[in-house]
T-cell receptor, first 112, second 114 residues
Framework: QKEVEQDPGPLSVPEGAIVSLNCTYS??????FMWYRQYSRKGPELLMY????GNKEDGRFTAQVDKSSKYISLFIRDSQPSDSATYLC????????????FGKGTLLTVNP | EAGVVQSPRYKIIEKKQPVAFWCNPI?????LYWYRQNLGQGPELLIR????????DSQLPKDRFSAERLKGVDSTLKIQPAELGDSAVYLC????????????FGPGTRLTVL
C-alpha cells in the first residue's frame, strides 16, 4: 500500500459544477497537507496548504483535512474551463523532515 | 515557475547514452530538490540540497545517477548510462516558505529514452 492514495480519474464535469478531489494516507506522522495544480507540460504550482486538521478556504477553493480518518479533500466551486489540470495532493510530517509525498494526481477536465 | 529555469525542456536519447539536466533557480534559496515524475504519477524525490550539501540522496540511484550543486545556486543532474525506464519528467524545485515547506517547481525536463 502506498503512503498516499489518490484516484487518478479522469474526472470530467460541466462548467459551474462543484468538484470534489480526495486523497487518503496511511502515515499518521503527516502534519502538513497541500494541493498542487499541474497544467500540461508545466511544473506543479501550490494551490493551498493546511496544517493539521480543519478547513481552509481561498476563493472558489476549499481544502479539508480529517486526520482521524486520514482523508483530505479539495473542493472547487463554480468550476471553470481554466481549472482543467491535474491536481496533486502532497503531504509531509514537518520538523526536519522536508520530504513531500505526493499522490498520483487526478486529471480534471471542466467542459464549457 | 518563473523562479526556476530548467534546460533543456525536452531530450530524446538512445539507451546507454549519457544525459544531463540543468536547474537555474533565482538566487537566495538555500534548498533545492530534484524530483522524477513518471507518466501518470506524482513527483518522487531524488535528492535534496541545502546550499552545496546533498542532505538527502537516499532515493537517488547512485549506480547511474549523479548530481551536484556548485556554489549553492545552479544544479545539474546526470544519468549515465540511461535506461528505458528513465523516461520521465525531471523536475527541479526550490524551497523557501517561511511557515512551511513551500516548494516552487520549474517546468521540468521531459526525457525520452529509446
Amino acid at each position: 500500500q502506498k503512503e498516499v492514495e489518490q484516484d487518478p480519474g479522469p474526472l470530467s464535469v460541466p462548467e459551474g459544477a462543484i468538484v470534489s478531489l480526495n486523497c487518503t494516507y496511511s502515515n499518521s506522522a503527516f502534519q502538513y497537507f497541500m494541493w498542487y495544480r499541474q497544467y500540461s507540460r508545466k511544473g506543479p504550482e501550490l494551490l493551498m496548504y493546511t496544517y493539521s486538521s480543519g478547513n481552509k478556504e481561498d476563493g472558489r477553493f476549499t481544502a479539508q483535512v480529517d486526520k482521524s480518518s486520514k482523508y483530505i479533500s479539495l473542493f472547487i466551486r463554480d468550476s471553470q474551463p481554466s481549472d482543467s489540470a491535474t491536481y496533486l495532493c502532497a503531504m509531509y510530517s514537518g520538523g526536519s523532515n522536508y520530504k513531500l509525498t505526493f499522490g498520483k494526481g487526478t486529471l480534471l477536465t471542466v467542459n464549457p | 515557475e518563473a523562479g526556476v529555469v530548467q534546460s533543456p525542456r525536452y531530450k530524446i536519447i538512445e539507451k546507454k547514452q549519457p544525459v544531463a539536466f540543468w536547474c537555474n533557480p533565482i538566487s537566495g534559496h538555500n534548498t533545492l530538490y530534484w524530483y522524477r515524475q513518471n507518466l501518470g504519477q506524482g513527483p518522487e524525490l531524488l535528492i535534496r540540497y541545502e546550499n552545496e550539501e546533498a542532505v538527502d540522496d537516499s532515493q537517488l540511484p547512485k549506480d547511474r545517477f549523479s548530481a551536484e550543486r556548485l556554489k549553492g545556486v545552479d544544479s545539474t543532474l546526470k544519468i549515465q548510462p540511461a535506461e528505458l525506464g528513465d523516461s520521465a519528467v525531471y523536475l527541479c524545485a526550490i524551497g523557501g516558505g517561511q511557515t512551511f515547506n513551500e516548494q516552487f517547481f520549474g517546468p521540468g525536463t521531459r526525457l525520452t529514452v529509446l
